[in-house]
C-alpha cells in the first residue's frame, strides 16, 4: 500500500521541521510526500529543499487556501490513499502505520479520522474527528477532554478533521475533492458530507495519534478563522442538507446564525460576524447549482444521514462538550 502524505503551507517554516522530521521516523516507510508552499513569504521552501530531499515541493506563487493546495497535491499523488497533514502536526512514529493497518482491515470505511492530542499537554485531547449537529454547528469531538474512554474505542464519526484526514484516493477524486471556494475552514466536513450522501463512512481510529498545535497559521479566535468558518458553515448547510431535513432544521439553522451573530458581537467581532454572513447569503445562487447535482446524486435514504448527526441544546450551544458517534459496524 503506498500512502501520499499531503501538506499545505503557508510561512510555516519554524513548525514545518518537527512534521517533517516526525515523518521520518515512521516506521511506514512505503509513502511518499507532497507538499504544497502557498505562496509563503518565509523562507519555507528553502528549508525544505535544503533538508528533506525526499520531499515533492510545488511552490505556488500566490496562497490557494487549504482546499486548492490539498486538491492540487492529490491531483499529483500515487498513493492509493491520501492522507492529510497540517504543518503544525508532530504524528507518533507508528501513526502511518496504524492507519495502514485501519485502512487494510476495515474496506467499509473511505476516510478514517487521527486522534489528535494537545501540543501543550498530549494527555488533553483535541479532537477525534468531527461532529455534525442538526442545526449545522460543527465541531471537533472531544477538544479539551483528557484522552482515555470513551475516547480511546474506535468509533464511526461524521467526517475526520482535515488536518490528520485520511481518504481512499479514488473517492476523493471522483466528487471532486475539497469545494475550493471555501478555501480554508469546514471543506474537510463539506466534503464528508458529501461523501455520506453517497454512501461512504468514516472511523476514528485512536491508537493513529498526533499532537497539534492548532490554527498556528493564523490563529484559533483569529478574525480569518470566524470570517471563513461562519461562512462556510452556512453555505455547508444549504449546500448538502437533503430536502426532507432542510425543511425540518432550516429555522434552528438561522437561529444558530443570529446567536452566532449577537455572541461573537459582544466579544467584539461583529463586523467580522456581519461579513461572512452577508458574503454567505449573497453567494447563495451558485451555492444552490451547486446542491441540485449534489441532491440530484444522493445514493442513501434520510434515516442514515440523520443517524449520524448531533441533536440536543448541548450540542447547540457547548458542541465539543457533546460526545457523538455510532459503534461501528463491520470491524475486523
Given at each position: 500500500?503506498?500512502i501520499?502524505v499531503?501538506?499545505?503551507?503557508?510561512?510555516?517554516?519554524?513548525?514545518?521541521?518537527?512534521?517533517l522530521?516526525?515523518?521520518?521516523?515512521?516506521?511506514?516507510?512505503d509513502?511518499?510526500?507532497?507538499l504544497i508552499?502557498n505562496?509563503?513569504?518565509?523562507?519555507?521552501?528553502?528549508?525544505?529543499?535544503d533538508n528533506?530531499?525526499?520531499?515533492?515541493?510545488?511552490v505556488?506563487p500566490?496562497n490557494?487556501?487549504?482546499?486548492?493546495?490539498?486538491?492540487?497535491?492529490?491531483?499529483?499523488?500515487?498513493?492509493?490513499?491520501?492522507?492529510?497533514?497540517?504543518?503544525?502536526?508532530?504524528a507518533?512514529?507508528?501513526?502511518?502505520?496504524?492507519?495502514?493497518?485501519?485502512a487494510?482491515?476495515?474496506?467499509g470505511?473511505?476516510?478514517f479520522?487521527?486522534?489528535?492530542?494537545?501540543?501543550?499537554?498530549p494527555?488533553?485531547?483535541?479532537?477525534?474527528?468531527?461532529d455534525?449537529?442538526?442545526?449545522?454547528?460543527?465541531w471537533?469531538?472531544?477538544?479539551?477532554e483528557?484522552?482515555?474512554?470513551?475516547?480511546?474505542?474506535?468509533?464511526?464519526?461524521?467526517?475526520?478533521?482535515?488536518?490528520?484526514?485520511?481518504?481512499?484516493?479514488?473517492?476523493f477524486?471522483?466528487?471532486?475533492?475539497?469545494?475550493?471556494?471555501?478555501?480554508?475552514?469546514?471543506?474537510d466536513?463539506?466534503?464528508?458530507?458529501?461523501?455520506?450522501?453517497?454512501?461512504?463512512?468514516?472511523?476514528?481510529?485512536p491508537?493513529?495519534r498526533?499532537?497539534?498545535?492548532?490554527?498556528?497559521?493564523k490563529?484559533?479566535?483569529?478574525?480569518?478563522?470566524?470570517?471563513?468558518g461562519h461562512r462556510?458553515?452556512v453555505?455547508?448547510?444549504?449546500?448538502?442538507m437533503p430536502?426532507?431535513?432542510?425543511?425540518?432544521?432550516l429555522?434552528?439553522?438561522?437561529?444558530l446564525?443570529?446567536?452566532s451573530?449577537?455572541?461573537?458581537?459582544?466579544?467584539?467581532?461583529?463586523?467580522?460576524i456581519?461579513?461572512?454572513k452577508?458574503?454567505?447569503?449573497?453567494?447563495?445562487?451558485?451555492v444552490?447549482?451547486?446542491?441540485?447535482?449534489?441532491q440530484?446524486?444522493?445514493?442513501?435514504d434520510?434515516?442514515?444521514?440523520?443517524?449520524?448527526?448531533?441533536?440536543?441544546?448541548?450540542?447547540?450551544?457547548?458542541?465539543?462538550?457533546?460526545?457523538k458517534?455510532?459503534?461501528p459496524?463491520?470491524?475486523?
Amino acid at each position: 500500500m503506498l500512502i501520499s502524505v499531503l501538506i499545505v503551507n503557508w510561512n510555516g517554516a519554524s513548525l514545518l521541521r518537527s512534521c517533517l522530521d516526525a515523518l521520518k521516523n515512521q516506521t511506514f516507510k512505503d509513502f511518499e510526500i507532497i507538499l504544497i508552499d502557498n505562496g509563503s513569504t518565509d523562507d519555507s521552501a528553502t528549508m525544505v529543499i535544503d533538508n528533506y530531499p525526499e520531499v515533492q515541493l510545488i511552490v505556488l506563487p500566490e496562497n490557494r487556501g487549504f482546499a486548492g493546495g490539498n486538491n492540487l497535491a492529490a491531483g499529483e499523488a500515487k498513493g492509493e490513499w491520501l492522507v492529510l497533514l497540517n504543518n503544525d502536526v508532530i504524528a507518533e512514529s507508528s501513526w502511518l502505520a496504524t492507519l495502514a493497518v485501519a485502512a487494510e482491515s476495515n474496506k467499509g470505511f473511505a476516510g478514517f479520522a487521527s486522534c489528535q492530542l494537545s501540543y501543550e499537554d498530549p494527555e488533553i485531547l483535541d479532537g477525534a474527528g468531527d461532529d455534525y449537529h442538526c442545526s449545522g454547528r460543527v465541531w471537533r469531538r472531544g477538544v479539551g477532554e483528557r484522552f482515555g474512554p470513551p475516547w480511546n474505542e474506535k468509533m464511526e464519526v461524521f467526517s475526520p478533521c482535515g488536518a490528520t484526514a485520511m481518504y481512499k484516493k479514488d473517492i476523493f477524486m471522483s466528487c471532486g475533492g475539497f469545494d475550493e471556494d471555501f478555501f480554508c475552514y469546514l471543506e474537510d466536513v463539506d466534503l464528508g458530507f458529501r461523501l455520506r450522501l453517497l454512501g461512504h463512512r468514516f472511523l476514528y481510529v485512536p491508537e493513529a495519534r498526533v499532537r497539534h498545535v492548532g490554527s498556528a497559521s493564523k490563529g484559533r479566535g483569529s478574525d480569518f478563522a470566524r470570517y471563513f468558518g461562519h461562512r462556510n458553515l452556512v453555505w455547508t448547510f444549504f449546500k448538502n442538507m437533503p430536502s426532507a431535513l432542510f425543511w425540518r432544521y432550516l429555522v434552528l439553522h438561522l437561529f444558530l446564525n443570529l446567536m452566532s451573530v449577537l455572541f461573537f458581537s459582544v466579544q467584539g467581532q461583529g463586523g467580522t460576524i456581519f461579513k461572512a454572513k452577508w458574503h454567505a447569503l449573497k453567494a447563495l445562487p451558485s451555492v444552490f447549482q451547486k446542491r441540485r447535482q449534489i441532491q440530484a446524486d444522493i445514493r442513501v435514504d434520510t434515516q442514515q444521514i440523520e443517524e449520524i448527526f448531533a441533536y440536543g441544546l448541548g450540542g447547540l450551544f457547548w458542541g465539543h462538550k457533546t460526545l457523538k458517534g455510532v459503534a461501528p459496524k463491520g470491524l475486523s
